[in-house]
């Protein structure tokens, strides 16, 4: 089955500067990867996500960006802001196929936005 | 408003004693809804797939006499924890995918706690 590494699993930055979250995954059939926020004892907030036929997606402060060669896919976040402070998970899933969107999920990045 | 409502939010239980939590997709149906489980600072763990009018399919590692998956219906899907014990505390949460959306939804969530 699949197989996603997240990391770092903690990133304290500055506000203002930047964030990036890596992820690697392992079944190469997978073909959808959305990046989710999560805050404490809430549902995942969907923040992004990108498919196999895109290299990158970017949307106001946040961008993903995917290798699909390397199976390697990232999460940028631009002039950061207290309020981006939560942890985030990435995942990978076979969209659509027969059992799709089984999410395998990262083990997630608490990201700290300090004042 | 909400698209997947899971109920009830939070639940104290016995040791012992089963409990059983409700997820409900409202205005699309659902023949495949998930259920994952996240321990504190933990990632997402999937433990079943819930299929309309099937047995569900559950992951390596989860008891299904333990924890009873019923999807009865398009749009509701039961996961009961049966004999609960302290260590089945967690938070649990189901998805449901939209494939006219082409959207997966979750669910907001359930706190288990067994004393």
């Known amino acids: 089955g699949e197989n996603v590494e997240q990391h770092p699993s903690t990133l304290s930055v500055q506000e203002g500067d930047s964030a990036v979250i890596k992820c690697t995954y392992s079944?190469?059939?997978?073909?959808?990867f959305p990046w989710y926020k999560q805050e404490l004892g809430k549902r995942p907030q969907l923040i992004i996500d990108?498919?196999?036929?895109?290299g990158e997606k970017k949307d106001q402060r946040i961008a993903v960006t995917l290798n699909k060669t390397a199976k390697h896919f990232s999460l940028h976040i631009t002039e950061t802001q207290p309020e981006d402070s939560a942890v985030y998970f990435c995942?990978?899933?076979?969209?659509?196929?027969?059992?799709?969107?089984?999410?395998?999920f990262g083990t997630g990045t608490q990201l700290k936005v300090e004042l | 408003g909400a698209v997947v409502s899971q109920h009830p939010s939070w639940v104290i239980c016995k040791s012992g004693t089963s409990v059983k939590i409700e997820c409900r997709s409202l205005d699309f149906q659902a023949t495949t809804m998930f259920w994952y489980r996240q321990f504190p600072k933990q990632s997402l763990m999937l433990m079943a797939t819930s299929n309309e009018g099937s047995k569900a399919t559950y992951e390596q590692g989860v008891e299904k006499d333990k924890f009873l998956i019923n999807h009865a219906s398009l749009t509701l899907s039961t996961l009961t924890v049966t004999s609960a014990h302290p260590e089945d505390s967690s938070f649990y949460i189901c998805s449901a995918p939209d494939s006219t959306r082409n959207t997966i939804y979750f669910g907001e969530g359930s706190w288990l706690t067994v004393v």
């Open positions: 990108i498919r196999s036929n895109v």
């Open positions: 995942a990978a899933t076979t969209r659509y196929t027969g059992g799709g969107n089984k999410l395998t």
């Open positions: 079944d190469s059939a997978s073909n959808y």
